[in-house]
């Protein structure tokens, strides 16, 4: 009974560390997301082609060393830019405005859903809802 005490206590307090690098992670991934988003829907209300768009995008990740990471980034940028040229190009200066809001809004919303989803998924491997610590976890 006290080893379960005991692992109970160590996975929670391993659990809310770990959550809170995680939000930290998924805050920061999701705040580029929408940045992402709002220049490529800002390149999109302009009237770039999409080709310049996205030369312009990618030019962010020249840089990176870690080729593992500069594809993530890659796949992200193309995924956003080809959501962006979805969209129509608006008349006024304040559908534009919206149209970008709206834009970089649902990139962000959707990017934190998914890690949260993510850790959803990873907490419950860890805890069963009666809150004991799944048997396989231990192994």
Known sequence: MKKIALCL???CIGT???SETVYELAQAHCKKAETVASL???YRQLGLKASEATEKLMSVTANMTDQEAREREEK???FIIQDAYMV???PTQSMK???ISDFEERHYLACSQSFQNKINSKEKTILL????INPEYLK
């Open 40 to 42: 490529a829907q800002t």
């Open 88 to 90: 129509s190009v608006y």
């Open 129 to 132: 809802p009666d809150g004991t």
């Open 16 to 18: 809310s560390a770990y």
């Open 97 to 99: 405005k919206q149209a």
């Open 76 to 78: 992200q940028i193309f």
């Open 9 to 11: 206590l160590i996975a």
